[in-house]
């Protein structure tokens, strides 16, 4: 039964992925028409360096409420006031620090006001995630979907207006950040109709020290799957930002779709498992490893043919990055399912070494290998710290079974 409710939920899941990374492609495939290699260099640039503080304004406590209101669903009203209050205040904290670090990072000051924005629209997303946490619970994921399709559709259809008035990625980017308002007012609405309006208080210090370790796990992971893209802008171009930008769409697009509505869909059921969390453990590794494999094969094949058709022949140079990154895929996807398991198994704080020592990983790679090779370096940077991390989060894993 509960391998059965996990396929279902999957299903769901999987079937928003699959619609949204659509629309998603046929937004990268006008986007890189309507714009030089330029231009989505320093798109994806600003978005590299605000997604990095998205750690900041759940601090972690989204994931351990979605855990305890599994087990209590009675907690919600209490539980999910106590968090939006969080959400509310480091959002607030994480768009401040934005401004702050950004001029220190980056001397373009062309790329301020679209930094603005997406720090904005930062805080929108993040208190909309709130009204999808009590379906998550309840392992209600079709409305979980729905709330997908609809983000996807209200940010790529805003953004496009948003261009089409302008013209420019500053109205690009303000499109995106009036949609994500609509959508949030859209989704809350419905959460309210379903569990009623949230009890706003004080969080408690048991919430915030178990949500702790995950924040700084998030955000040791976020800066190492980032740090690439940000070393290439201060060390290279905007146009090797494209190039790279291009192909590792494609991959983080692959994960989304394939192993973030799997993830999503047995943390309840392994949260639930108990006794049986090893075997549970062990069927999910099986069927990641089973997708992964053949995306990564096919991948290898069609890389060419890939590149060309959703990004034109400018981005050819991304082709050799694409298949190496394709390489991570089985060690990333693996590791993000045994990373959940420790956090189930109540090791929050290993789960932060292992993602801090990540960062070290990546940061050394990149340094010694982009000055020599550029893009190639990059990809080759990002294999070795996701081969690495599968290597000490199986280890670990191991250890508590």
């Not at 994806?44 to 209101?69: E, H, M, Q, Y």
């Not at 089973?290 to 050819?316: D, R, V």
């Not at 020592?357 to 294999?383: D, E, F, K, S, Y």
């Amino acid at each position: 039964m509960t391998l059965r409710l996990i396929a279902q939920n999957t299903f769901w899941l999987t079937s928003a992925e699959v619609i949204i990374k659509l629309i998603a492609l046929v937004f990268n495939f006008i986007l890189v028409r309507l714009i030089p290699v330029t231009g989505y260099g320093d798109y994806n640039l600003v978005n590299a360096f605000v997604v990095i503080f998205s750690f900041l304004p759940d601090l972690g406590v989204n994931l351990i409420a979605v855990r305890d209101l599994a087990a209590r669903p009675k907690l919600y009203s209490r539980l999910i006031g106590q968090v939006a209050i969080i959400n509310s205040l480091f959002s607030a904290v994480a768009f401040l620090t934005i401004l702050f670090l950004f001029p220190v990072y980056s001397p373009n000051q062309g790329l301020w006001s679209l930094v603005i924005i997406a720090g904005l629209t930062l805080i929108v997303t993040s208190l909309r995630t709130l009204a999808k946490l009590g379906f998550d619970a309840r392992q209600a994921m079709h409305i979980s979907a729905v709330f997908t399709i609809i983000n996807a559709a209200f940010s790529i259809v805003g953004s496009l207006v948003g261009f089409k008035l302008s013209g420019n990625l500053i109205g690009l980017f303000g499109g995106n950040l009036t949609a994500a308002g609509l959508s949030l007012i859209l989704e809350w609405g419905i959460a309210f109709r379903f569990f009623g309006f949230p009890k706003l208080s004080l969080p408690s210090l048991r919430l915030i020290r178990q949500g702790l370790p995950l924040s700084f796990a998030a955000a040791a992971a976020l800066i190492s799957a980032r740090l690439d893209t940000l070393i290439i802008g201060r060390l290279l171009t905007s146009v090797a930002v494209g190039w790279y930008a291009a192909a590792q769409t494609l991959i983080f697009s692959a994960i989304q779709l394939f192993n973030v509505p799997l993830m999503a869909a047995s943390f309840p059921a392994l949260s639930q498992a108990h006794k049986s969390l090893k075997a549970l453990t062990l069927k999910l590794t099986l069927m990641i490893l089973a997708w992964s494999s053949i995306f990564t094969l096919l991948t290898w094949i069609l890389a060419q043919p890939i590149i060309s058709l959703l990004f034109g022949a400018s981005y050819l140079p991304a082709v050799p990055v694409l298949k190496l990154l394709a390489l991570l895929v089985p060690f990333a996807a693996m590791s993000a399912l045994f990373y959940k398991v420790l956090i189930i198994l109540n090791r929050q704080q290993l789960y932060f070494w292992i993602s801090s020592l990540g960062i070290v990983i990546n940061l050394g790679a990149n340094l010694w290998l982009i000055p020599q090779l550029g893009i190639t370096g990059a990809a080759i940077a990002a294999v070795i710290t996701h081969l690495s991390l599968f290597i000490i989060y199986a280890l670990s894993v191991w250890k508590y079974f």
